[in-house]
């Protein structure tokens, strides 16, 4: 795991990225690692964030809090599966910000307009919740 600050991303979210912004695969790697702090460089990050990009920051006092689960992008639906075990499903609509916990398919929690930090505590009791069912 990397020590520094940095956007995770998945790979076919950078290349829609490089794409619609035409920047270099190194461009945008140097964005998402925070090496520069350029205006494109803060707007490729806000873009990566806002396709569902998540941050690491080392700095912060839940840094390592990283969930055990299988996270999907499902980009016709706009929404971001993740599974925990084979019980506890989070499903994040990306485009209205919506937020959805199923528990052994039955609807638990759902929120509206979740931000990155609330989503984080979220996935935290998702994976409460999955060590608790296991």
């Keep these: 795991m990397s020590k520094s600050k940095h956007i995770y991303l998945p790979s076919e979210v950078k290349r829609e990225i490089e794409k619609t912004f035409k920047v270099s695969r190194v461009t945008l790697w140097n964005a998402l690692q925070f090496i520069h702090y350029s205006p494109q460089a803060k707007m490729l990050r806000a873009a990566a964030i806002q396709r569902g990009g998540v941050v690491y920051d080392p700095s912060s006092p839940y840094?390592?809090?990283?969930?055990?689960?299988?996270?999907?992008?499902?980009?016709?639906?706009?929404?971001?599966?993740?599974?925990?075990?084979?019980?506890?499903?989070?499903?994040?609509?990306?485009?209205?910000?919506?937020v959805t916990t199923y528990v052994d398919g039955a609807q638990v929690n759902r929120r509206g307009d979740v931000t990155l930090t609330q989503l984080k505590?979220?996935?935290?009791?998702?994976?409460?919740?999955a060590n608790e069912l296991k």
């Design 63 to 98: 840094s390592g809090d990283r969930p055990d689960c299988l996270t999907t992008f499902d980009t016709a639906d706009d929404t971001m599966i993740q599974k925990f075990g084979d019980r506890v499903l989070v499903i994040s609509d990306l485009e209205t910000g919506d």
């Design 121 to 129: 505590a979220i996935l935290r009791q998702a994976q409460l919740k």
